[in-house]
């Protein structure tokens, strides 16, 4: 009895052992592009299985350390077409999307006085959503670090629509001691991309993670108007 008992213990732990999700975490501070005024930072969680990424968690704290909104990215489906919902607790804002098929349902409320708008769009080629930005890259390192433009469609909620975007590099430094690769994202219409600010993203060369983006922040100020941002990360 005891035997059988310490056999179905053992077994339990190994099917722990197998399922275990790990976690990694890493965090970003994000300052006023123009005034370098430290804004928010967003503290990153990680959960994986076998090797996956599965979802993270993200926390936006403010300068107190209040956590005032919080999002989560889903990859289960997909790396680059990922599941998303950010709500900040401030005034009810919302922004995620929902990947079924090929279709994309997106949410979006501007503040908790106004009702949540829906719409459903067949995903163009290379939909991108939110968090999989970085998995694009990923999966396109080596064509963009060969000097290549890569196009994307990246969606945004609050206008239930993707637009057409570019990314290449820009260059390859050093940044304390690390080799890194500059990149730019850009609108893939030269007359509109000159009225519209691009993303300047900062990546580890040997690691391929981000460590620093200036651009458009999906946080809003006090007038409900995104902020423009610089954020560094510690997550190489």
Known sequence: MIQNKLLIILFLCALQ??????????????????????????????????????????????TNGKVFAKKRIVFQKSATRADFKLEDFRDGYIEGAEVTGNQIKFVYRKN?????????????????????????????????????????????????????????????????????????????????????KPILLVYAKDTKKLLQYDGISNINNEDGKSHVVRITYDNN
């Open 112 to 196: 908790e006085k106004e009702d949540v708008k829906e719409a459903v769009i067949t995903a163009p080629n290379n939909a991108v959503l939110d968090g999989g930005f970085d998995y694009f890259v990923l999966e396109n390192w080596d064509f963009i670090l060969a000097g290549n433009k890569k196009i994307l469609n990246l969606c945004a909620p609050s206008q239930q629509d993707c637009f057409k975007f570019v990314v290449f590099k820009t260059g390859e430094t050093k940044r304390k001691g690390l080799d890194v690769v500059n990149m730019k994202v850009e609108l893939n219409n030269p007359i509109l991309a000159a009225f519209v």
């Open 17 to 62: 052992g197998l399922f275990a999700i790990e976690t990694k975490k890493f965090n970003g501070e994000a300052f006023d592009l123009k005034t370098g005024k430290r804004l928010y930072y967003d503290h990153h969680e990680e959960f994986w299985e076998n090797g996956k990424h599965i979802y993270s968690i993200i926390q936006y704290k403010d």
